[in-house]
């Protein structure tokens, strides 16, 4: 099908400008996300992950660590107990979540990547952390969303996920990539 | 149990008070955002208004699955064809959409509405739905491509500006009808609606009547109504536009739209399971609404000397003709005058910012005058900023500088002043 193109360029009434490579834009639906390095989670998501069940408490989170893809199963959001409540108020119709424990060595920018739209939180001592950046791309699930935040070192932090249907997400971690060392 | 949020609505009220060192700050529709997550009411709220607001937050950060969903209760019914599936995913915690920040797809803030005036695109509807559920798949997609522009100031200065050119992709159903146009709109913050929707229709009709600088603005009407919400004003309340919303990007039924935005030969689509009739229900849509009636302004504190030299050099260049710094309000509790920085009237800002048919001329196009109100939220959220109604300015520097038509004597006035007066003036726009 031909494309429809319109041209928005300001005091010109005919079409001119930049015919854009065919090449620019992949057509895997994975191509919308914002940032312009994505590939260390899109790599991530292209490899076997890992199974695990997600607690349904601080004390039963397993431990997750950064660099690696793991398919967490979920529980009911209505039998979890978090650390903290959830920081977005939503509905919880149909929800499952659960809960997943990490550290990480060195303080930084880090980015949560999943294959849907969870809502996610990651805690310290009870407190979320707030997100620094978040983007997403709506036709891709490897990854489909991303949010970024800065991490303490050495800690113990919980990721939280709440507010989405399915029960299982592909969930991965990374240093975000200008602060990788 | 609302006591401590009541208690805390309250203290932070008196505590913005004794902090206030400008004359925004004493502006009682503007509130300090502790907490971008969990933006507050601009009055204190009564135990029902605060339930009925917090309901209507949950609504609309919720996301929405498909009809027939297991276990799925009061939040089916999206699409079939839809852009976001929740309303906080475009006005993320009430602000503004996040725009494109370079070429590629278009964000789910950024949509493409077709067709000409109120007339819907005859294939597609209303809004072009770039995401489907299972089993259906999407209209199509939207590439943006920048390309950069440069001119100087009378001073020698350089400016840059971004040019959008937009593509619509993998249409499925064919091509646009022939007489629509293509109509990107980013999403708008949502900041104050309530209060702009206090403004009484005859204050706006007075300043169509009594134009400033020569600048003469029109009011938008439809049926008797006058028209205030969206980029071109062409909703008349808060209902509407909301159930518009809902209808067009999120395939949601409500009881302001009990139809999905199908495109008239889209079978599949008009043949979807429905997540009951309608599929927000009442209390949920009333929920949302008090949310955004009683949605506050953030509130940026000013010194006073910034806030009188912004406020002289805004009147001078004549930004303020358009971009109104007080208005009344009726209703609105302790709210008497607003300072949203808008008439509500529509003005012709030139083909630059036109939208264009599908054969990529532009047609004369009326835009309300933004409010700048919030705009201080934007620019201390360390997030790239999307100004205009396609998010091309990349700053409130370009978001002048694309101003033409009627508002093209202001922009001139603007490239006038010294390098420092522009300075300052921009840096007085990114406090309100």
Known sequence: MKPLTVLALARLTVVLGVILPAATFAQDGCDGFKWDNVAAERALFATAAEDVRAGTDPGTAPTIVPDRLYRAALSPQETLRYAAPPSKKMLADGASG?????????????????????????????????????????????????????LPAGRDLLLQLTGAVSTQVQVALTAAPDASP | MHRPRRLRDLLGACLAGALSVSAAAADPA?????????????????????????????????????????RAGRRDGLGPMFNAASCDACHNNGARGQGPAQSGPAPVGLVIQLGAGDAADPVYGHVLNTSAIEGHAPEGTVFVAYTERRGRYPDGREWRLREPRYELRALRLGTIGKHSLIKPRLAPALFGAGLLEAVPDAAIIALAERPQNGVRGQVSRRDGLIGRFGWQADSVSLDEQTARALSREMGLTSRGAERDDCGGADAACQRAPDGGQPEVSDDFFDAMLAFQRWLAVPRTDVDEATEADGAALFARTGCAACHRPDLPVTGAGPVRRIAAYTDLLLHDLGPPLADRGADGRPVPTLWRTAPLWGLGHAVSSGRPLALLHDGRARSIEEAVLWHDGAAAPARQR???????????????????
Not at chain 2, 415 to 428: F, I, M, P, T
Request: with cysteine; proline share 7%.
């Open chain 1, 98 to 150: 659960g809960l997943l424990r990490f550290r990480v060595a060195r303080a930084g920018l880090y980015r949560v990547a999943l294959d849907a739209g969870f809502w996610i939180d990651v805690v310290a001592d009870g407190t979320a952390i707030p997100s620094v950046d978040f983007g997403g791309s709506p036709g891709c699930a490897a990854p489909r969303k991303i949010v970024i935040y800065e």
């Open chain 2, 30 to 70: 503007t509130v300090p955002f502790t907490d971008r997550r969990d933006p507050p009411s601009y009055r204190v709220l009564t135990a029902e208004e605060r339930d009925r607001y917090e309901l209507g937050q949950t609504v609309f950060n919720t996301s929405w699955v498909p009809a027939g969903t297991p």
């Open chain 2, 414 to 432: 603007f490239g006038r002043l010294s390098h420092a007066e522009r300075n300052r003036l921009l840096d007085w726009v990114a406090l309100r």
